[in-house]
Every structure is written in structure tokens, then in C-alpha cells.
């Protein structure tokens, strides 16, 4: 299959969530504001937020994506009918098993974390302590939120599932009906609530239940549909104890990216109020093109290494990582400039209406420019990392993300005493940084990557290009008063939206003219 059409397609889907998630956020800001009870959503948000990248699309998906293709890979190999429907026999009792104990892990999960909700909230963010109802409002939220993991972590396993069948519009797909479910309950069930701020909470759990609905149809199509066993049986089966192994040093992997979030929200709200709340802002601009680019790549790339490593084509393995790479300089490259220089002019856009003053747009504007620094590493992290999943090995990144997060909570000694939020975004941005950096020279050191002919001019071009954009970025936003076309907001819509396009545009004119071309990025999976 075509890896560059699989990808924008994932891109293409990834865009569509991205963009019903800003209007989410803009409907956030202009309905809700950045408050005391914004912190407190933002809070109970993250909790369950973070089990789910540990336990279902991080540590989870890591460890189950590169041995559920290892054996699709034998289930198609045997040539003959009697064998080859014994492997598929193994691959659905795999399937149902692993399916079998992380419904049972995750529901016994989510009892715990609504029983120990409180200690919960007060280990996230001690300090809306100091304020009795958010604080409670923060406890409640959490209560309702945390099922959520179940169900989105059955969805992890669902879009592993179809990844490895190369079926990625589902899977691709699926965010936007949370993002559809927010934004209804905002509009539509914030009134009957007080606060109004728990809407959101229940918009969080209908969505997570729509999510997993669209599933279900998709896995029966491939057939490949769990089905729910014997817990006992599922946990002894050696398919998943293999998983569970993997998942350790995964988990932990995850871990240290959470505990860093876990810190760096905890020190968040013992600032100013609504810095949680501008930091999140933040973060959903940053996450815009690293979803639309680094997941994305990151999707199509890991089935592929994974078979790739399991039929021993190490040539095609590096040509793979190598194509990824390519891909992130040349797309990161603008969106990180974008980021840096339209930080205002963009918060402007999506947020600065209602509630959201113009203090909360200079705020997350400072989160944003922290955030831009980082954004390639944050990109390049989600091509090299699979390099490592797909040979399972789990290890490496781990003690890197240990690494990286000694070194960012250092960091924050610094950078948060001079840039107060901002700060932590900024030490963020740092260590995704040092953290690609150190897995590309851990696949250089084990051949793993290295750099096919072209790079030098490939690198010449992406820097002339970035240059000029640059310069016309430079020259026009500080022209504009962004904050007071508030009253003008189709014109604002305009210019930003022309500004973009036209350092967009300039960006490819520049790399056309030094024979950059987008055939060059095509590439086809050995199927």
C-alpha cells in the first residue's frame, strides 16, 4: 500500500478531530473561561487522561501493535490450509485474551480511581486545596471521568487491531466524536448543571462510549471482533504474558512522561489562577500539528517496521525510518516557526471571545511560544520511538525518558521563577528535544537508521524555505492589533487565515524552487 496516502489520510482524519477539538476549546474559553472551575476540569480531565496514554495508547498499543503483527505476519505465511488455519485460530484466541484481561484490569482501574478520587485530585493539583469548591468540583468530575479509561483504552485496542489490517480512517476517525460530544454538551447541558463546568465531564463519558460504539462494526467487517473470556485463562495464556512483559518497561516509559505532566500541572496550580488553564490552552494548539503529523506517522509506520523486523528486511526498516524523517523535518519545520510567530494571532482566533480576556490571550500566547521550541522534537519522537517498539525493544526508551525527565524538573528550577507557566512549557520543549535527539543516536549506534543519499540539499531547501517564511512572518504580524479586532472577528478570521496560507504557500515556492518535490516522499509498503 501507499505509506505517503495512508498517512494523509490518517492526517486528513486527524485534521478533522483537531479541528472539532479547537472549536471544543473555543467553546470551552468563550463559555467557561479560564477560572478556579476550569482548573478544576482541566485536573479531573488529566487523571483519567493519563491512564489512558499508560495503559491503553502508550504502554498498551506499544507493546501489543508489534506482537499482534508478528503473528498476522505467521497466520499468512504457511502455505498450507491445515496450518494456516491453526495460526489463525492462535491469533483470535490471542486477540480475546488480551481483549479478556484489559477490560478486566481497566475496570477494576476505574472502581479505584472512583473511590480514591480525592487523594487523586490532591496528588494532581494540591493547590485548589486552597480553593473548597473547586477542589470539589475537582473530585466530582473526577468520579464521573474515570470510566472513560475503560472505554478508551477498548478503543486502543480496537485501532491496534485495525492498524495492523491496515484499516487507519476508523481508528483515525474516532477522536472526533469526543470532540463532537464536548462540544454538544457545552452547548446543550451546560445549563442544567451547576456548576456548568460539569458538562463537560459528562460530554467526556458519552463521547468515550461513542467512540467504542464506531469500533465494533469496523473489527466484525475484518473479523477479528474479541470476545470477552475467563479472566484466569486470559491472565495464564502465554500471548499475554508476553504483553505484560513487554508493557513493563513500556509502562514505565509512558510513566516518566506522565509523572513529568503530573509535576508540572501540581507546580501549575500554585500560580497565578488559570494557569492550568492557559497551559492546556496552550497544549492544544501544540498537540494540532503534532497529531496531524507525528501521530499520524506514527500510525502508519509502526505495522510496517513491525513486519519489516519480524521478516528480517533491515534494509527496508531503515529506508522506513529514513522516509519518516524526511517527512517531520520538512512539515515540522513551518508549523514550528507557525507556532512561534502567529502565537497571538492564533490564540486570538480560537479563543478570545466571551470570558477569554485579553490577559488569557497573552498568557497562552507565552505557553504557545514555549511549546513552538519543542515541536519537531515532540514530532520526530512519534517516527523514532516505533524504530524501537517495532523490535520490541521497550528498554532504550525507557531509560531515555527517564533521562529526559531528571532533566526537564531541573529545568523548571530555572525557567518557572523566570516564566512562571510559560516556563513549563518550555522545559517541555527542552527535553522532547534531548529526548529525540538520544533516540536517533540509539538507532544510529545500532544501524538501525542511517541516511540515505540526499540529505545535505534535502536539509539546504528546508532551511532556505524556513527563512523566508520567516522574514514575511516577521514583517507582517506585529502590524496587526490582534487583540482589538475582537470586534471585527470575520475580518480577524481573514487575515489569519490569509497569513497562513500565504507563509504556507511561501514555504512550498521556496522548496520547489530548490527541486524539492512531493513525488520524492512517496513510498510503498512490501505487502
Known amino acids: 500500500m501507499n505509506l505517503l496516502r495512508a498517512a494523509a489520510t490518517v ?7 483537531r479541528i472539532t477539538g479547537l472549536i471544543r476549546e473555543n467553546l470551552t474559553a468563550t463559555i467557561f473561561g479560564a477560572s478556579a472551575f476550569t482548573d478544576a476540569f482541566f485536573v479531573a480531565f ?7 496514554r499508560m495503559f491503553a495508547e502508550g504502554a498498551f498499543s506499544q507493546a501489543f501493535v508489534p506482537i499482534l503483527g508478528e503473528i498476522k505476519t505467521r497466520a499468512e ?6 496450518l494456516r ?16 484481561a484489559l477490560f478486566t484490569t481497566l475496570l477494576l482501574v476505574s472502581a479505584a480511581g472512583v473511590i480514591a478520587a480525592p487523594w487523586l485530585v490532591t496528588l494532581m493539583a494540591a493547590g485548589l486545596r486552597q480553593q473548597p469548591e473547586a477542589f470539589a468540583a475537582a473530585v466530582t468530575m473526577t468520579r464521573w471521568m474515570f470510566p472513560y479509561i475503560l472505554f478508551v483504552s477498548l478503543v486502543a485496542l480496537a485501532a491496534g487491531i485495525l492498524n495492523t489490517w491496515k484499516h487507519f480512517a476508523i481508528p483515525a476517525f474516532t477522536p ?17 448543571f451547576d456548576p456548568p463546568v460539569y458538562a463537560l465531564a459528562a460530554g467526556v463519558v458519552i463521547g468515550g ?17 474479541p470476545r470477552l473470556g475467563n479472566p484466569i485463562a486470559a491472565f495464564s495464556d502465554p500471548g499475554t504474558r508476553r504483553v505484560l512483559r513487554q508493557m513493563g518497561p513500556a509502562v514505565l516509559a509512558v510513566s516518566v512522561a506522565q509523572i513529568s505532566l503530573i509535576i ?17 490552552y496552550g497544549d492544544r494548539l501544540m498537540e494540532f500539528p503534532t497529531a496531524l503529523l507525528g501521530v499520524a ?49 492564533l490564540t486570538a482566533l480560537l479563543f478570545h471571545y466571551g470570558r477569554f480576556t485579553a490577559e488569557d490571550v497573552a498568557m497562552t500566547r507565552a505557553a504557545v511560544v514555549s511549546y513552538s521550541v519543542g515541536l519537531i522534537g515532540l514530532i520526530s519522537i512519534k517516527v523514532l520511538a516505533p524504530g524501537f517498539y517495532a523490535r520490541q525493544d521497550l528498554r532504550t526508551p525507557v531509560k531515555i525518558a527517564i533521562f529526559v525527565l531528571v532533566v526537564t524538573q531541573l529545568l523548571n528550577l530555572v525557567t518557572v521563577p523566570w516564566l512562571r507557566h510559560a516556563g513549563l512549557a518550555l522545559s517541555i520543549s527542552i527535553g522532547a528535544l534531548a529526548n529525540a535527539g538520544l533516540l536517533l543516536a540509539g538507532l544510529w549506534q545500532r544501524r538501525s537508521w542511517r541516511p540515505l543519499p540526499g540529505w545535505p540539499r534535502f536539509l539546504l531547501a528546508t532551511a532556505a524555505a524556513s527563512i523566508a517564511m520567516t522574514s514575511l512572518l516577521t514583517w507582517y504580524v506585529p502590524r496587526v492589533d490582534w487583540i482589538a479586532m475582537q470586534a471585527q472577528p470575520l475580518l480577524r478570521i481573514a487575515l489569519v487565515l490569509g497569513t497562513v496560507g500565504a507563509a504556507g504557500a511561501l514555504y512550498i515556492v521556496v522548496l520547489t524552487l530548490f527541486g524539492v518535490r512531493p513525488r520524492q516522499f512517496l513510498r510503498r509498503s512490501r505487502d
Not at 462510549?209 to 471482533?225: D, K, M
Open 85 to 100: 488455519q491453526s495460526a489463525e485460530r492462535d491469533l483470535h484466541r490471542f486477540v480475546n485474551r488480551i481483549a479478556t
Open 176 to 192: 472526533v466524536l469526543l470532540n463532537l460530544s464536548f462540544i454538544a454538551a457545552a452547548l446543550l447541558l451546560a445549563p442544567h
Open 11 to 17: 492526517s486528513g482524519l486527524t485534521l478533522l478531530s
Open 297 to 345: 506517522l506514527g500510525t502508519v509506520l509502526l505495522p510496517s517496521l513491525s513486519r519489516a523486523g519480524s521478516l528480517g528486511r533491515d534494509d527496508e526498516y531503515r529506508a522506513l525510518l529514513d522516509w519518516g524523517l524526511r517527512l517531520c523535518v520538512v512539515l515540522a519545520a513551518p508549523c514550528s516557526i507557525g507556532l512561534a510567530l502567529m502565537a497571538e494571532p
Open 264 to 280: 508540572n500541572t501540581h507546580i501549575a496550580s500554585r500560580l497565578a489562577a488559570g494557569s492550568v488553564s492557559w497551559i492546556s
Open 46 to 52: 488529566r487523571l483519567p487522561n493519563l491512564l489512558r
Open 77 to 82: 505465511s504457511p502455505e498450507d490450509v491445515s
Open 209 to 225: 462510549v461513542a467512540q467504542l460504539a464506531i469500533q465494533l462494526p469496523a473489527l466484525a467487517r475484518i473479523g477479528v471482533l
